[in-house]
């Protein structure tokens, strides 16, 4: 297929929100201004005012549009009649390429791509994890039936985009190697993202921004700053930003360890927003494949504590003095060594030039469009 030929492109997910959400976006951009077709597929029941938002504001940018109808989080009967219902939409867009992302996205996409290519559509089917099903253990049985449904959908699959060295590693280790084509494409952020954000006169001692569930951490970055003032002997305060079901549960937490209005919650807003509030941030992660939120911490000048987890050491460094294990113990001993010394914590961060030429969103769009080129010349 010659290079210069435009591509209808469809991006299939579940939750338009978070990182999985973010990444979407940013590729629906780079494409568009390629000159593509571009839309998405999304879940109708997920998400709240700040992504109703963002779908407002991107709907009008793709020539495909925004289709959302509603998708199940987990595997039930439901599934079914969701699954037919996404089908006909998906069909109806005609997709030179078909690109899933997460663990449902990937099953609709390439389950998708393989009845449209009986039907004789032929679309590339692409799978982005993101992380997905490969956070589930090994040992597990809900771990043993998602990583069989991984090994079938492999079949089905005509190219793997991972985005860390993690989640390449961790899916050999516990789907087996992929039969098909695979390559590592880092998140990338734009030009503008490289600005510093300046801090607040007022701002707090530490910031949370991330969805508020377990997998997060919110609940370790609560403990690890009682652990921090009750070593320090001082009052700390601190900023969390986001929604979620667990939201409730953690504002719990913290009144039930004192901490009242010195812990505010806020909810989710754009990232270089919240990044003013608060002198330093915390992302306290029990798992990632390759978080944004670290990288636009970081090239936007700010002060990170991370945990090591997924890709989070490929930006940071596989020694960095800044990585801590998702452990509230942990992350409070680094809170101390932080704010010992926060000039100091401050000069163990990653130079913005070396986060400019392996995480940019230009090298993303184009790693990736040459993959879905590379699937579309097999394919024929």
Known sequence: MPSREKLRIVHCFRSPVGGIFRHVRDLCDAQRSAGHEVGIICDSTTGGSYEASLIAELEPRLSLGVKRTPMQRHIGLGDLTAARRAYGVVREMRPDVLHGHGAKGGVYARVFGTLMRMSGQ???????????????????ATGRFFFSIERMMDRLTDHILFVSEYERRTFEQKVGVPR???????????????????????????????????LKGPDLFIDALALTENSLDRKLNAVMVGDGDGLD????????????????????????????????????????????????ALAAGRTLIASAVGGIPEILGEDSPALTWPDAEAIAQKMQMALADEKAFRALMPGTVDLRMRFGADVMAATIEKAYRASLDTKR
Do not use: W
């Open 249 to 296: 549960r953690y504002k719990g937490q913290a009144v039930q360890l004192g901490f009242g209005d010195r812990i505010r919650f806020l909810p989710a807003r754009p990232a270089r927003e919240a990044f003013s509030l608060a002198r330093m941030m915390v992302v306290p992660s029990r798992a990632e494949a390759m978080p944004y939120i670290v990288l636009e």
């Open 180 to 214: 098909a084509p695979c390559t590592l494409v880092y998140n990338g952020l734009t030009a503008d993202e490289f600005e510093p954000v300046q801090t607040l006169s007022d701002a707090a001692d530490f910031l949370y921004i991330g969805m508020m569930r377990d």
């Open 122 to 140: 032929r679309p590339a089917r692409i799978y982005s994890p993101h992380g997905g099903s490969l956070h589930y253990a090994a040992e597990t």
